[in-house]
C-alpha cells in the first residue's frame, strides 16, 4: 500500500543514527574490494538516496550502476583519453579508483532547462542524492566514496558515459568494503563557520 497523503511517523531520537553520522568517512576508492552491494541491496541503497529533496519533485537526476564486465569496457575506453589530460600519468592512475571499487553509481545531475526551479537548485538537489547514497551503502554495512576525477569533466568521455545535453556529472560513488577503517581527517573549526544572525 501506498503511504501517498498519509501521515509519516515523527522522528524519535538514536543515538545509534547520529554516531553513524558523526562518524562516516569516506573510502580511499581505489582500496575499496568485495564484497560489494547484492542486486537487491543496491536496490535499496538507491531508493534510500532518491528519498532527497527536490524543489519542484523534478527529479532532476539519474543513476547508471557501473559494475562487472561493462565497469571494465569502460576503464579500458577511459584509458587512452588519459594521455590527453594535462598530467596523463596521474590521470592514467586514478582510474584504479573507477576499476577497483566492486560497484560504483553514476548519479548524473539532469535538470530541468528554463523551469522556474533554478538550475542551481536542481543541481544541489543531485548534491543531496550523492550523500544520501553515501549514507545509505553506511547504513548496510558498506564503504564508500565520492568522487569526480577528469572523466567526468573531459567533453570527449561524454558519449562514453552516455551523458545527454545539459547534463552533469554529480559524482561517481563507489561503493565496496574497506579492509581497515579509514583515517579520520581535518573537519572544519565550527566557531569559523558557524555565526548566528544578529
Ligand atoms: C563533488 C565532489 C567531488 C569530489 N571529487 C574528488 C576527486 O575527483 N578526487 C578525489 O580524490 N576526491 C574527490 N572528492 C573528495 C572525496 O570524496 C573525499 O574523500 C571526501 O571529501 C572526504 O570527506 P569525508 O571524509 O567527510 O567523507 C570529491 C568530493 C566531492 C563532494
Redesign the pocket.
Known sequence: MSDLGHPLPLPTASDEALARLQR???APAQALTFPGPSPDQLEVMLATAARTPDHGKLFPWRFVIIEGPAKSALVHALKPLAEDQSEPVKAAT?LA?LANPPVTVMVVSSPVPDHKVPVWEQQLSA?AV?MNL?HAADAMGFSA?????WY?YDPATRPLLGLKDGEQV??FIHIGTLAEG?AE?PRPSMAAIVSRQL
Open positions: 562516516r568517512r569516506s586514478v579508483k548534491g550523492c553515501e566514496s565520492w568522487i569526480t576525477d567526468a554529480a559524482g579509514p581527517r
